[in-house]
């Protein structure tokens, strides 16, 4: 079954630290990976694109790594920002077939002044 | 202009109401999406519309029901919904052209509440 799993569920962090959230996922086969910030009550808005030949891609503050062999990826947030504080949802989708991504259930943080 | 637009924001209605959640989009995107988010959950897909046609319906209830007038308009009309229905309503768009690798454009999102 393709399934996208995140952990930690939920984080909390103080202005100025860094953190790591993780997606394992088995979906197959696998075209790209995107990590989306939803802030509450707001659409979701794409941060980074993971292919299968990528391991490393940064936008700003935010680096995503992809480890396709394993099939995990992690997004580092480096100084946060209390403007962080969102959810943060890995997507996956498959190689063939309609485009229809697997959300993952996302991570909740919160940066803490 | 990379923005899909949701109207209205807010909606409150009762269970024998008819009512219409808007979405309109400029970016040419010819794939719709209509997705249902619960607090604290990732987005469910709901529908599908590729190159104006319903390509993908999750089951949803037919007091849910999709409409894709033209390229850049989605609309999704409410009939008799339940309370368990009250969620924010998001609408995504993208260009079929780019494959599996395109981006989702969320709109917005319309909260909707039913009483």
């Known amino acids: 079954k393709n399934q996208v799993e995140q952990s930690p569920q939920s984080l909390i962090i103080l202005e100025g630290k860094n953190c790591t959230l993780q997606c394992n996922y088995t979906v197959s086969p696998f075209s790209n990976l995107r990590w989306y910030k939803q802030d509450t009550g707001r659409g979701p808005v794409s941060l980074t694109i993971m292919t299968f030949s990528e391991n490393t891609k940064s936008n700003g503050r935010y680096t995503a790594t992809l480890d396709a062999d394993t099939k995990q990826s992690s997004l580092h947030i480096t100084a946060s920002q209390l403007s962080d504080s969102a959810s943060y949802i890995c997507?996956?989708?498959?190689?063939?077939?309609?485009?229809?991504?697997?959300f993952g259930r996302g991570t909740s943080l919160i940066v803490h002044p | 202009d990379t923005e899909v637009t949701q109207t209205p924001k807010h909606l409150v209605m009762g269970m024998t109401n008819k009512k219409s959640l808007k979405c309109e989009q400029h970016?040419?995107?010819?794939?719709m999406y209509w997705y249902k988010q619960k607090a604290k959950k990732p987005p469910e897909l709901m529908f599908v519309y590729s190159y104006e046609k319903l390509s993908i319906n999750e089951s949803v209830p037919s007091r849910f029901s999709p409409e894709c007038p033209n390229s850049s308009l989605l609309n999704l009309h409410l009939h008799a919904l339940q309370p368990e229905d009250s969620a924010l309503y998001l609408c995504?768009?993208?260009?079929?052209?780019?494959?599996?690798?395109?981006?989702?454009?969320f709109g917005e999102g319309s909260r909707l509440t039913v009483l």
């Open positions: 970016m040419g995107h010819r794939a």
């Open positions: 995504a768009s993208t260009n079929p052209r780019t494959g599996n690798t395109g981006e989702l454009f």
């Open positions: 997507v996956v989708t498959r190689e063939r077939g309609s485009y229809i991504p697997t």
